[in-house]
């Protein structure tokens, strides 16, 4: 095969070249193939040594072409804050269908002052955030707008005061008044698409704007509404927003719109069918103040009398109901078909509907208080002299005196069973119904076969049905019958048949049953029951002695000698005479100082004993005073005396010795054993003062002083 000259040298050419290539990439660190300088914009942040993208190799970011690692595998190993985005749909990045497509946002190599970030509204899914892009798509001028122009600081950060900068230069005043009503939360509003802004359509709501509504601004009802449920829970009645424009002071309750419409506040028109008084015939002609006088509207009475008092030619006699003849169209204008009846507390039926005059029982004209008694009108008529009283209607009708019926179960005696087949006049005799008695015995006295032992009460064991079938109730009488007293036969109580006056004690019928021989009283149940009478149970709380301490435990023959329980003695010496120590010298009542637990422990009350003598005059030593003990001694104890001595106890340097001035007894003292005076002077010395009694030298001398 012959190869000719150019083919050698492509050979050659194909050879050399990747040796070129690759001499010259290594050489120049694979900077041939780049398509420009990498971007110079750093973030304040040091990423594995680096500041910016300017500082990296090739081989940082791209990945050898034979392996399986992406470049973007590498952007998330360097942007160790990204990763965690993926899985949150609401964060930056887990919004994208692919996160690591990290490329179709950050281009790079185009230069050290190129946008690292570049904005592509048709790559990013804004509107999953909430908010659309299609209305911020370029800006006044006509450029394109970038994610700065918003996210000023960062695009994970956005600041609401940058809506209101931006359009202060488009819409200043407007603006400026929007801010002032709903605050800078642009957002709780705002989507992008004007949902709820420029396009949002108020009549689509359940408030349609109508009339001045139309002019006024959001804030005038929404003011400070920063959200959507805000703006929403708005109220909608009138009184919300102008109670202050409200001139009815409140007369008018709160409907606004029932008179007013929202052009104008004038020309106001009330449907007074919609009051409780809708307006007909001559009303519909009357001036609102002939009724609501001093512009008075609420309160104002419905009822004729309020009004036509003074045109009531009937002088009040047919009460104050005008229209029950009248109506609204003239005073004249009295209903053809009369006055109808039915409409007072007085119905005419039967024959009274035919009385051809008022007259006849409204004599004199007199329509009010008209008496509705039958016997007003009917007390002639009455065949039964009053014996059945005064209400007619009881038996009889309006139709005719002879159709009359009587209902007995309207009286006090309903009648049942075999009386409501008896005449009448087996019980009202002579005609004679008022007064009737209704014992059974005043008809049955003859038919009464306990010839009354029973009392005359039939109906307490008998039926109206038939006199047999008897039953009686024990239990309605003032002895219940219980135990062995239910299954005892009448007889064995009731002696030949005789009920009435049965005694009811146990003793009357279980005298010859006492084993007590009466000791115990008569009272059999204080002890026993009906069910039997062993197994007795006395409480003894229950007697005037109750047992309580030793006493509870003694046997009752210690007390009630020789089984006799009635009349043993109460007191404690009856039973313990034997055991007082004291030998009756402090008397009998031994609880004044014991318990009935022992004898020991034993206290006694000194409150109120005055008269110690009775008790310690034995334990008075010789020579002491003859006095109360309680005038030095205390209860407490013999020692700790305090005596209170007028007389100085040092006279004549006695030194408290007693028996200086006491040499025989407490209770009687001498000056003489010390003062050895001639009683004749002293006498005659003592005269001269008019002083003639000298047994009581301290009376005198309190002091021990001559003077």
């Given at each position: 095969m012959r190869i000719s000259g150019n083919t050698g040298i492509g050979v050659i050419a194909a050879a050399v070249t990747?040796?070129?290539?690759?001499?010259?990439?290594?050489?120049?660190?694979?900077?041939?193939?780049?398509?420009?300088?990498?971007?110079?914009?750093?973030?304040?942040?040091?990423?594995?040594?680096?500041?910016?993208?300017?500082?990296?190799?090739?081989?940082?970011?791209?990945?050898?072409?034979?392996?399986?690692?992406?470049?973007?595998?590498?952007?998330?190993?360097?942007?160790?804050?990204?990763?965690?985005?993926?899985?949150?749909?609401?964060?930056?990045?887990?919004?994208?269908?692919?996160?690591?497509?990290?490329?179709?946002?950050?281009?790079?190599?185009?230069?050290?002052?190129?946008?690292?970030?570049?904005?592509?509204?048709?790559?990013?899914?804004?509107?999953?955030?909430?908010?659309?892009?299609?209305?911020?798509?370029?800006?006044?001028?006509?450029?394109?707008?970038?994610?700065?122009?918003?996210?000023?600081?960062?695009?994970?950060?956005?600041?609401?005061?940058?809506?209101?900068?931006?359009?202060?230069?488009?819409?200043?005043?407007q603006m400026l008044q929007h801010v002032v009503d709903l605050s800078f939360n642009c957002l709780a509003c705002h989507d992008g698409i004007d949902t709820f802004g420029s396009d949002f359509d108020h009549q689509s709501t359940e408030y349609p704007l109508t009339g001045q509504h139309l002019n006024t601004s959001c804030g005038g009802c929404h003011l400070g509404a920063t959200s959507?449920?805000?703006?929403?829970?708005?109220?909608?009645?009138?009184?919300?927003?102008?109670?202050?424009?409200?001139?009815?002071?409140g007369q008018f309750a709160e409907d606004c719109a029932a008179c007013h419409s929202t052009e104008t506040w004038q020309e106001a028109t009330v449907d007074h069918d919609r009051t409780a008084f809708p307006l007909v015939g001559q009303h519909q002609e009357a001036e609102c103040l002939a009724c609501h006088v001093d512009a008075q509207w609420s309160g104002i009475p419905s009822d004729c009398a309020g009004c036509h008092t003074d045109d009531d030619v009937h002088k009040g006699k047919l009460g104050t109901d005008c229209v029950a003849c009248?109506?609204?169209?003239?005073?004249?204008?009295?209903?053809?078909?009369?006055?109808?009846?039915?409409?007072?507390?007085?119905?005419?039926?039967?024959?009274?509907?035919?009385?051809?005059?008022?007259?006849?029982?409204?004599?004199?004209?007199?329509?009010?208080?008209?008496?509705?008694?039958?016997?007003?009108?009917?007390?002639?008529?009455?065949?039964?002299?009053?014996?059945?009283?005064?209400?007619?209607?009881?038996?009889?009708?309006?139709?005719?005196?002879?159709?009359a019926s009587f209902d007995h179960n309207r009286t006090s005696f309903r009648l049942t069973g075999a009386h409501e087949s008896v005449r009448c006049e087996s019980c009202h005799t002579n005609g004679e119904y008022a007064g009737t008695p209704a014992s059974c015995v005043a008809c049955h006295a003859p038919d009464d076969v306990h010839a009354g032992s029973f009392g005359t009460d039939c109906a307490a064991c008998h039926s109206t049905t038939t006199w047999r079938g008897a039953a009686f109730d024990h239990q309605v009488t003032g002895f219940f019958l219980t135990g062995k007293h239910v299954s005892?036969?009448?007889?064995?109580?009731?002696?030949?048949?005789?009920?009435?006056?049965?005694?009811?004690?146990?003793?009357?019928?279980?005298?010859?049953?006492?084993?007590?021989?009466?000791?115990?009283?008569?009272?059999?149940?204080?002890?026993?029951?009906?069910?039997?009478?062993?197994?007795?149970?006395?409480?003894?709380?229950?007697?005037?002695?109750?047992?309580?301490g030793r006493h509870k435990d003694?046997?009752?023959?210690?007390?009630?000698?020789?089984?006799?329980?009635?009349?043993?003695?109460?007191?404690?010496?009856?039973?313990?005479?034997?055991?007082?120590?004291?030998?009756?010298?402090?008397?009998?009542?031994?609880?004044?100082?014991?318990?009935?637990?022992?004898?020991?422990?034993?206290?006694?009350?000194?409150?109120?004993?005055?008269?110690?003598?009775?008790?310690?005059?034995?334990?008075?030593?010789?020579?002491?005073?003859?006095?109360?003990?309680?005038?030095?001694?205390?209860?407490?104890?013999?020692?700790?005396v305090s005596f209170s001595h007028s007389f100085p106890l040092n006279h004549g340097g006695a030194k408290s010795e007693c028996a200086a001035c006491h040499p025989d007894s407490l209770s009687v003292y001498t000056c003489y054993e010390c003062h050895k005076h001639e009683p004749q002077k002293m006498q005659e010395k003592h005269e001269e003062k008019d002083i003639f009694d000298l047994s009581n030298c301290a009376a005198c001398h309190p002091n021990g002083k001559k003077d």
């Amino acid at each position: 095969m012959r190869i000719s000259g150019n083919t050698g040298i492509g050979v050659i050419a194909a050879a050399v070249t990747p040796v070129a290539v690759a001499f010259a990439a290594f050489a120049t660190g694979s900077q041939i193939f780049s398509p420009g300088p990498l971007n110079g914009e750093g973030s304040g942040q040091t990423l594995n040594g680096a500041e910016s993208h300017a500082e990296l190799q090739c081989s940082e970011c791209h990945a050898p072409f034979w392996g399986d690692e992406r470049m973007a595998d590498r952007c998330v190993a360097c942007h160790t804050d990204i990763p965690p985005e993926f899985n949150q749909v609401t964060t930056l990045h887990g919004s994208f269908e692919d996160p690591l497509a990290c490329r179709n946002c950050h281009p790079d190599h185009g230069g050290l002052d190129a946008d690292l970030t570049v904005f592509e509204p048709e790559n990013y899914p804004h509107a999953e955030f909430g908010f659309y892009l299609l209305a911020h798509l370029s800006r006044r001028d006509g450029s394109a707008f970038e994610c700065r122009d918003c996210h000023v600081d960062s695009l994970r950060t956005f600041d609401e005061f940058t809506c209101a900068e931006c359009h202060l230069e488009i819409e200043d005043y407007q603006m400026l008044q929007h801010v002032v009503d709903l605050s800078f939360n642009c957002l709780a509003c705002h989507d992008g698409i004007d949902t709820f802004g420029s396009d949002f359509d108020h009549q689509s709501t359940e408030y349609p704007l109508t009339g001045q509504h139309l002019n006024t601004s959001c804030g005038g009802c929404h003011l400070g509404a920063t959200s959507i449920e805000e703006m929403q829970s708005a109220p909608s009645d009138c009184v919300a927003c102008h109670s202050q424009d409200d001139t009815h002071e409140g007369q008018f309750a709160e409907d606004c719109a029932a008179c007013h419409s929202t052009e104008t506040w004038q020309e106001a028109t009330v449907d007074h069918d919609r009051t409780a008084f809708p307006l007909v015939g001559q009303h519909q002609e009357a001036e609102c103040l002939a009724c609501h006088v001093d512009a008075q509207w609420s309160g104002i009475p419905s009822d004729c009398a309020g009004c036509h008092t003074d045109d009531d030619v009937h002088k009040g006699k047919l009460g104050t109901d005008c229209v029950a003849c009248h109506s609204a169209q003239s005073w004249k204008d009295v209903r053809t078909d009369g006055f109808d009846h039915d409409l007072t507390g007085y119905p005419l039926t039967g024959k009274h509907v035919d009385i051809p005059a008022c007259e006849s029982c409204h004599g004199g004209g007199q329509f009010v208080d008209t008496p509705t008694q039958c016997v007003a009108c009917h007390r002639e008529d009455d065949a039964h002299n009053t014996q059945y009283g005064t209400d007619c209607e009881t038996c009889h009708r309006t139709s005719g005196w002879k159709d009359a019926s009587f209902d007995h179960n309207r009286t006090s005696f309903r009648l049942t069973g075999a009386h409501e087949s008896v005449r009448c006049e087996s019980c009202h005799t002579n005609g004679e119904y008022a007064g009737t008695p209704a014992s059974c015995v005043a008809c049955h006295a003859p038919d009464d076969v306990h010839a009354g032992s029973f009392g005359t009460d039939c109906a307490a064991c008998h039926s109206t049905t038939t006199w047999r079938g008897a039953a009686f109730d024990h239990q309605v009488t003032g002895f219940f019958l219980t135990g062995k007293h239910v299954s005892t036969a009448c007889e064995k109580c009731h002696v030949g048949g005789v009920y009435a006056g049965t005694p009811t004690r146990c003793v009357d019928c279980h005298g010859d049953d006492d084993a007590h021989s009466g000791t115990f009283g008569w009272e059999c149940a204080d002890c026993h029951a009906t069910e039997k009478w062993g197994g007795a149970a006395l409480d003894h709380n229950a007697t005037g002695f109750p047992l309580t301490g030793r006493h509870k435990d003694t046997s009752c023959e210690k007390c009630h000698v020789g089984g006799v329980y009635a009349g043993t003695p109460t007191r404690c010496v009856d039973c313990h005479g034997d055991d007082d120590a004291h030998s009756g010298t402090f008397g009998w009542e031994c609880a004044d100082c014991h318990t009935t637990e022992k004898w020991r422990g034993a206290t006694f009350d000194h409150s109120g004993q005055t008269d110690c003598q009775s008790c310690h005059g034995d334990d008075q030593p010789s020579n002491h005073y003859s006095g109360q003990c309680s005038a030095c001694h205390s209860t407490n104890s013999w020692g700790n005396v305090s005596f209170s001595h007028s007389f100085p106890l040092n006279h004549g340097g006695a030194k408290s010795e007693c028996a200086a001035c006491h040499p025989d007894s407490l209770s009687v003292y001498t000056c003489y054993e010390c003062h050895k005076h001639e009683p004749q002077k002293m006498q005659e010395k003592h005269e001269e003062k008019d002083i003639f009694d000298l047994s009581n030298c301290a009376a005198c001398h309190p002091n021990g002083k001559k003077d």
